[in-house]
């Protein structure tokens, strides 16, 4: 799992929690930027994605959507779960119409990441609330 959290405590409470469910430490990132650098590095390095909606520089969002637009299937594809401090109607309808398999509002609790965690697993794909992709710059 690649932890995507511009907070410390907030990777570091994820990462305790992926090791309590016994799906390991996990790996994580500061930024969009370091994540997609490293899965471009070793595409299969991680097989799911958790990632903040709000980051420094790239924001959740947009990373969803350089990953659903990538040309190697094994990142394209491969399982991202959402996370937010709110629960912002708007934020999970852009997310789910781009294909996340998840979506937890902070503070990320153990039985609801494991259960996410099993959707994303499981192939889930969050259903898209409208057929409208959102557009940016």
């Known amino acids: 799992v690649l932890v995507v959290d ?3 405590r907030s990777r570091e409470l994820i990462s305790r929690l992926l090791t309590r469910l016994h799906v390991g ?3 994580t990132a500061t930024s969009a930027e370091d994540a997609m650098y490293n899965l471009e590095l070793d595409p299969k390095i991680v097989d799911i994605i958790i990632t903040d909606s709000r ?3 790239m ?3 947009k990373f969803l959507c350089k990953l659903r637009a990538h040309d190697d299937p094994n ?3 491969k399982p991202v779960i959402g ?6 109607m708007k934020l999970y309808r852009s997310l789910a119409a781009w294909g996340i ?3 937890i509002v902070k503070p990320v609790g153990e039985q609801r990441l494991r259960e996410v965690l099993e959707q994303a697993l499981s192939g889930y794909i969050a259903p ?3 057929l409208h992709l959102p557009e940016f710059d």
């Open 101 to 103: 398999s998840g979506f």
């Open 25 to 27: 430490r996990g790996l």
């Open 59 to 61: 924001s959740g969002l």
């Open 6 to 8: 511009g907070h410390a």
């Open 55 to 57: 980051l420094a520089g």
């Open 128 to 130: 898209a609330p409208s």
């Open 75 to 77: 990142i394209r594809l």
């Open 83 to 88: 996370l937010s401090r709110s629960s912002d």
